[in-house]
């Protein structure tokens, strides 16, 4: 369960994740959605 500590008033991206790292700082990471469809291989 997690628990609000601080709030910090970070404006959030549209399509970001946002999370704090090991070190204690607020990081973001690009959110990855739904890959390519691949190409069918010819026989």
């Known amino acids: 369960?997690?628990?609000k500590v601080?709030?910090?008033g970070i404006k959030k991206e549209q399509g970001f994740l946002y999370f704090v790292d090991k070190d204690g700082d607020?990081?973001?990471a690009k959110m990855a959605r739904g890959?390519?469809?691949k190409k069918k291989k010819k026989r």
């Open 1 to 3: 369960m997690s628990q």
């Open 6 to 8: 601080a709030k910090v």
């Open 35 to 37: 890959g390519q469809k």
């Open 26 to 28: 607020i990081s973001r």
